[in-house]
């Protein structure tokens, strides 16, 4: 009797243990690194691997396998409980730990459609720089982004608004950030939401954008004043135009996981998709919202061209080490780990 328990045991450890294998070692990890170093398909896969544990614990229970196979498994399947529906980390190492791994592992993750999208966009800054007459102006620049200024306007007129004495009140300038935050956000939001429309009008509005603000910067070139037009624009233009284009990128990843599903099908390509992309539109809400104080604040009592050129050349360094770098060294760690195994194989 004991003999064909053995047996049994030795023939259900083999099918299953490659699983539990699996699960101990992302277990392992979670102790040591603690939940927000597990990657996003390691995430995916957890409660897959737990829910296999808990049935090869039923069935070992039902067939009664030996003592020593039913203790692993009920301490594999209770760690793991505890692991998928534990105590929830709390609101401030959950921020810490998003804003130290998760939205700049977004970014990279989707960054194909982060490229195309900033591609777009500086084709329409492109096209738009090169507008030189005053019909294609009006056509181009709604009046509220314009604000009066035209072909028509003095050169006196369009440098008064680069250079505002008047918009050092503190409580003006609150208003004017948060009309900012909300604006930009707004169409940040509106950019991700029509990747579902497979990207196409996504891509028109990064496009129009782009044009706009080129049309713009084409207005004060005539006069003699791109530098200090873009000496206004870049401090938040910075951060503002590479949020949006984030934000385009997101949408452009949710249509390439369905235009290029790959070989686990659509719905899984989408749910991995979806789950970067709104931790990336998460992220993003953040730069709107630094964009807004820097428009609304910093740059209009800031008014030496020196010195907002310092401000946007800071904020770029700041933004491509960040997002480019931040959270690398985890899955560098994680991949040396997994290799590990491989290695001990081949060399058996």
């Known amino acids: ?52 544990a808990v049935s090869s614990l039923s069935v070992a229970r039902a067939i009664s396998l030996d003592r020593a196979l039913l203790a692993y498994l009920e301490s594999l399947a209770s760690r793991a409980y505890f692991c998928v529906y534990g105590v929830k980390p709390r609101a401030w190492a959950a921020a810490r730990d998003f804003l130290r791994r998760g939205f700049p592992r977004a970014v990279r993750a989707l960054s194909l459609g982060v490229l195309i999208s900033l591609l777009t966009l500086g084709a329409g800054l492109a096209v738009g720089l090169a507008v030189d007459d005053a019909d294609t102006y009006h056509a181009l620049v709604p009046d509220a982004l314009a604000q009066g200024r035209s072909h028509t306007s003095t050169t ?136 807004g104080l820097i428009e609304g604040y910093l740059r209009q009592l800031v008014r030496d061209p020196l010195t907002r050129y310092a401000l946007a050349g800071a904020s770029l360094v700041f933004w491509a080490a960040y997002l480019g770098l931040a959270g690398r060294h985890h899955s560098a760690r994680r991949g040396e780990r997994r290799r590990r195994p491989r290695d001990a194989e081949a060399g058996a």
């Open 156 to 291: 006196e007129e369009l440098r008064a608004v680069l250079y505002d004495a008047t918009a050092g009140d503190g409580e003006g300038l609150g208003v004017f950030a948060s009309f900012l935050f909300t604006h930009n956000a707004k169409i940040g939001l509106l950019v991700f939401a029509l990747g579902f429309a497979l990207g196409l009008p996504s891509l028109l509005l990064l496009f129009y954008n782009g044009l706009m603000l080129g049309a713009m910067g084409a207005l004060y070139a005539s006069r003699g004043l791109a530098l200090d037009f873009w000496g206004w624009v870049l401090p938040h233009g910075v951060t503002e135009l590479l949020a949006i284009g984030l934000c385009g990128g997101a949408g452009l990843g949710l249509a390439l996981a369905l235009l290029r599903p790959g070989r686990h099908g659509r719905l899984h390509a989408l749910g991995l998709a979806g789950r970067q992309a709104g931790l990336l539109v998460l992220g993003t809400v953040l730069m709107f919202l630094a964009a």
């Open 1 to 52: 009797m004991d003999q064909g328990i053995r047996l049994r045991s030795a023939d259900f450890r083999r099918e299953r243990e490659a699983q539990w294998l699996e699960l101990e070692e992302l277990l392992d990890q979670v102790g040591r690194r603690g939940l927000g170093s597990l990657g996003p398909e390691e995430l995916q896969r957890l409660p897959a691997l737990y829910r296999a």
